[in-house]
């Protein structure tokens, strides 16, 4: 299968894509409409799934909030932070949840080998994490452990929605407002904070390039502008 691919020029405001993209689920479900992969970036909010705890809000003014169906806690997205949202027929893949997650937490480890980012995975985090050997260690004398990529899912009718996030260039500081995905011992990082030159571009090749990998193959990407 092969899903269509755009990637959304300038900011993408959250409510919009948001209803936009539950109606392609529903068309997809539908069969009226084919798989999509959306590569989306939002000006500065926070969401909140539905495992969110209202107190890992911490700064609930510095951005807008916007509740959210898919799976997780608070995240925040931004600019320099390459949001992918998958709508895929989890169905007709197999029907096999953990599966699904599994293969968009591949997906990323590999795009993010292609710039020599060992992404990792850890037992009862989800996400994807890299370790910082650059930096002093943490409480408890362990490499400290960044996340630079967050995964969050919704389906209906087996239609995924929702996806994942990987971070270019945002401005880490925006994280300071919440807990990140309610972890507190552990912290973000981003391509250029890792010290390499990436842009969104490059990022967007990679994310092409590698999907295959996880789910079979992809079709280029057209490219919409976000007026």
Known sequence: MRPEWTV?????????ICAAMEKRAEAIAAGRAGEAIW????????????????????DP??????????????????PGQRVVYAMLDVGARGRDVRRFVWQLEEWVIATLAEFNVA???????????????DLPPGPTGAPREDKIAAIGVRLRRWISFHGLSINVEPDLTHYDGIVPCGIRE????SLVDLG???????????????????FGPAAPPARVSCA
């Open 119 to 133: 992404g990792e995975r850890r037992a009862g985090r989800v996400g994807v994490w890299v370790v910082r050997p």
């Open 186 to 189: 552990h912290g973000v990082t």
């Open 8 to 16: 959304f020029e300038g900011f993408s405001t959250y409510p919009e």
């Open 61 to 78: 003014g510095r951005f807008p909030v916007f509740p959210t169906p898919r799976g997780g806690q608070y995240t925040y997205h931004g």
């Open 196 to 214: 390499l030159p990436v842009t969104m571009a490059d990022l967007d090749v990679a994310l092409a390039r590698n999907f295959d990998r996880a």
């Open 39 to 58: 590569l989306v970036e939002h000006p500065p909010l926070y969401t909140a799934g539905t495992s969110a705890n209202p107190s890992d809000l911490t």
